[in-house]
């Protein structure tokens, strides 16, 4: 009983200790658009075009309706927007 007691509040600890914080963007991973929209200055439609063009990180699509961002590049687009470009030679291997 002890022991069962004691396996329990230690899987309480893990998940506790491995959630992540919403207010951060992971650096490493992927996010789906509604999980970094605060960070950004404009709109969504705004950021579709912007990654169209080569100047905001390029959609990775898992299916119809199921668009991820690598964080990486979010960062990279987030440090300085103006000046990001999509890294040419990361973008042929994809």
Do not use: W
């Amino acid at each position: 009983m002890v022991a069962m007691e004691a396996t329990q509040q230690l899987r309480q600890i893990m998940t506790t200790e491995n959630q992540l914080d919403p207010a951060v963007l992971p650096l490493t991973g992927m996010s789906r658009f509604s999980q970094f929209k605060q960070y950004l200055p404009f709109s969504k439609e705004k950021f579709r075009q912007l990654s169209l063009i080569g100047k905001a990180p390029k959609p990775i699509r898992l299916g119809i309706r199921c668009t991820f961002y690598q964080n990486k590049e979010l960062h990279r687009f987030l440090e300085n927007p103006l000046e990001y470009r999509i890294n040419l030679e990361e973008a042929t291997h994809d």
